[in-house]
């Protein structure tokens, strides 16, 4: 594609069916806990 | 009339279900398509066109022409190459979950609990929404025995759930670090018994840390947040001793030890910042500088008439800056001098799947936290309100109907965030807040929203950058 450079390709929507098994951490949003908020539940490294 | 709301709300549907968010930040064309999470980078000519789409993903042919400034091929090709993404559903995709939404919202299992170790605390913060540690009620430490219960609680609560957290709080949590060792020992028993698996955090403002503390934490907890605020001045500040004096000199040698012992790893070095501080990049970027590479700083929480929170009027001043610390970042992590920054961490593999993403923190759901009495609240945030109290460790959870309305919460439930095209990555904000300034966890803060979208925005930025 000449004019558009996709980032990220569908990925949401991928195995919904299999979404909500839970064993994920929770996540405070805000406060004083910073675990996990804008969609990642690991720390990335380099 | 019913008619006319029905076709308003069809209208409403449509637009909601084929959402895209457009952004320029930098000069770059970002392009979000929300219920994918398909992310792309446009060139002029290609977000112009974009604009010349209505809200459901059809070209309105009367705007193509009034953009006279491009040649009719170089549109047509990027009219192509918009449609060709419509077709692999990376743009204006159809929203695919609404039917999955009641298995999703099904009432869920405890699955997190927050200890408040000690209701005392050995700092003076100005901003502190815990009352220096009282939680409007008295000084007092969680004893073993109700640290036990609690972790019984947690076991007896969570079904055929496995992963379990516990987070040590406070208050302060170092000022009852015995009590805290003896329930790690008793939860290690525990998950033998019951194959379940603990992850321990702890949140400390580091004064009372030692070696043998650090130590310990570093053996056994998952991760640990240690409080910072930035600059000396920015600190010293607001995080005061009991004796008026500032804790940054304190704090700073050691936290760094700490850092440096988890091999700068599952740690973060964690400040607030306020509308004293509106600069807070500068304070981001000096811990960046002492060498810290987990790094997260954020604004104030449910500061509500305390002089510090974040008014309208800043938004612009923090959204900048917020700009201007994405700018540097990228130029950092290039050139050897990486560091994360909390808030634009963004997996956009991976990441949690979309039924975590519509219900955000799980306050008064799956995670509680529990006081030094042993009583239950939807979160840290609510402790010490009479009108959150969710029962008891011993008695369980009560019939306080302020639980039906966490499990109802969710994106998709309240209506600002239905319509917001930040909803899979915010989750829906922050209960606390939201029941602070608008008096309902459904209505969420705008402050905070405005915020939350422009951290979305940088996040993404980033990424774009850091594929270049
Ligand atoms: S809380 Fe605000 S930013 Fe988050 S999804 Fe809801 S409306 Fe959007
Ligand atoms: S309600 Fe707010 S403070 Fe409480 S856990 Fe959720 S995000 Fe965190």
């Given at each position: 594609m000449k004019h558009i450079k996709t980032i990220n390709k569908s990925t949401l929507n991928k195995d919904i069916k299999k979404a909500g098994c839970g064993e994920c951490q929770t996540s405070c949003?805000?406060?004083?806990?910073?675990?996990?908020?804008?969609?990642?539940q690991e720390c990335e490294r380099k | 009339m019913a008619a006319a709301i029905l076709v308003l709300q069809f209208m409403l549907k449509q637009q909601v279900n084929f959402m895209i968010h457009s952004f320029k930040i930098h000069g770059t064309n970002m392009v979000l398509d929300v219920m994918s999470g398909a992310v792309h980078q446009f060139d002029d000519i290609a977000y112009d066109v974009l604009g010349c789409y209505e809200r459901n993903g059809v070209l309105n042919n009367d705007k193509i022409k009034n953009l006279s400034q491009y040649k009719e091929a170089e549109i047509n090709e990027a009219i192509e190459e918009i449609e060709y993404l419509k077709k692999k559903n990376?743009?204006?995709?159809?929203?695919?979950y609404t039917e999955m939404l009641p298995a999703w919202t099904k009432q869920t299992v405890v699955k997190a609990l927050c200890l408040h170790i000690a209701h005392d605390c050995n700092l003076r913060c100005s901003y502190c929404f815990a009352g220096t540690g009282e939680y409007m009620g008295r000084r007092s430490l969680m004893s073993l025995e109700v640290g036990k219960r609690a972790i019984d609680f947690l076991i007896e609560n969570s079904g055929n759930r496995r992963n379990l957290e516990v987070d040590f709080f406070g208050g302060e949590p170092l000022m009852n670090f015995e009590v805290v060792k003896r329930i790690v020992e008793y939860a290690r028993v525990r998950e033998n018994k019951t194959g379940k698996n603990f992850r321990f955090t702890i949140t400390t403002n580091v004064m009372l840390l030692d070696e043998d503390k650090q130590n310990y934490i570093n053996e056994n907890m998952h991760n640990v947040v240690l409080s910072l605020d930035g600059r000396k001045e920015v600190n010293d500040a607001v995080r005061k001793r009991i004796d008026g004096t500032g804790s940054y000199d304190r704090i700073l040698p050691l936290a760094k030890k700490m850092a440096e012992e988890r091999g700068e790893q599952q740690y973060y070095i964690r400040g607030t910042f306020t509308r004293k501080n509106l600069d807070f990049g500068a304070d981001v970027l000096h811990m960046a500088d002492l060498g810290f590479e987990q790094i997260s700083v954020e604004p104030v929480v449910?500061?509500?008439?305390?002089?510090l929170d974040i008014r309208e009027e800043d938004l612009d001043t923090v959204c900048n800056e917020y700009e201007r610390l994405a700018k540097e970042y990228v130029e950092r992590r290039k050139n050897g001098q990486w560091f994360n920054f909390f808030h634009f961490m963004i997996d956009l593999e991976g990441g949690p799947c979309i039924a975590k993403r519509m219900r955000g923190c799980g306050s008064g759901t799956e995670y509680l936290a529990v006081t030094p009495e042993g009583e239950l609240y939807p979160c840290h945030q609510f402790v010490g309100h009479e009108e959150f109290l969710l029962g008891n460790i011993y008695d369980g959870l009560n019939q306080n109907t302020v639980r039906e309305a966490f499990r109802e919460t969710n994106v998709y439930t309240k209506p600002r965030c239905s319509s917001c095209w930040a909803k899979f990555y915010c989750s829906g904000g922050c209960a606390a807040n939201a029941w602070k300034f608008n008096n309902d966890i459904r209505i969420p803060y705008e402050i905070e929203c405005e915020l939350e979208k422009k951290r979305v925005e940088c996040a993404l930025w980033i990424k774009a950058q850091e594929s270049n």
């Open positions: 949003q805000s406060a004083c806990k910073t675990s996990c908020t804008v969609a990642n | 990376m743009l204006f995709t159809e929203d695919p449910a500061a509500k008439d305390s002089g």
